[in-house]
């Protein structure tokens, strides 16, 4: 019940906040990030920007994991609710994502951001709203044009 065979598109914001996706299946999906002084804010602790978007992520990946296909379902977020429990200021964060509940078009799902001690540092809960296949057919080929326009040794922002 580890990694899925399924690999976990990553957005070029995702990408650029720089976290990867540890664990996703149904239903659950956990994310981990490397604290890097990009991710302080100016009192030196991590922004709480951070956190709400690994919140949002795990919730999103938690919600769109699809094992029938070689895509994950595309979700887009409606509501996030983030309470803001601690802070650090090292180490790695883990967020751990749950889908909840819902339907054919809406998704619920809740989140927490652990520091590397297991202490919890914020938690959240999300509306998300499936896309239509269609259009997560199309961003995949999307992704797959921007990788193949990378040049090898070059890194280039999509």
């Known amino acids: 019940m580890g990694k899925s065979p399924v690999s976990a598109p990553m957005a070029t914001f995702s990408r650029h906040v720089g976290f990867r996706?540890?664990?996703?299946?149904?239903?659950?999906?956990?994310?981990?990030l490397k604290i890097e002084p990009k991710h302080?804010?100016?009192?030196g602790r991590v922004h709480g920007g951070v956190m709400m978007?690994?919140?949002d992520a795990a919730c999103g990946?938690?919600?769109?994991?699809?094992?029938?296909?070689?895509?994950?379902?595309?979700?887009a977020?409606?509501?996030?609710?983030?309470?803001?429990?601690?802070?650090t200021t090292k180490g790695t964060l883990r967020a751990i994502g749950r889908r909840?509940?819902?339907?054919?078009s809406?998704?619920?799902?809740?989140?927490?951001?652990?520091?590397?001690?297991?202490?919890?540092?914020?938690?959240?809960e999300a509306v998300?709203?499936?896309?239509?296949?269609?259009?997560?057919?199309?961003?995949?080929q999307r992704h797959l044009k921007q990788l193949a326009e990378r040049k090898p040794g070059k890194k280039k922002r999509i």
């Open 100 to 104: 909840t509940g819902g339907g054919r």
């Open 77 to 87: 977020s409606l509501l996030i609710t983030t309470a803001f429990l601690a802070n």
């Open 61 to 75: 990946y938690a919600g769109s994991y699809e094992s029938k296909t070689t895509h994950a379902r595309l979700t």
């Open 40 to 43: 302080l804010n100016r009192s």
């Open 53 to 55: 978007t690994l919140i």
């Open 128 to 140: 998300f709203r499936y896309r239509s296949d269609e259009a997560a057919q199309a961003a995949h």
């Open 106 to 124: 809406l998704f619920f799902a809740r989140a927490e951001v652990l520091d590397g001690k297991g202490a919890r540092l914020a938690t959240g």
């Open 21 to 32: 996706v540890a664990i996703w299946r149904k239903n659950y999906a956990e994310l981990r």
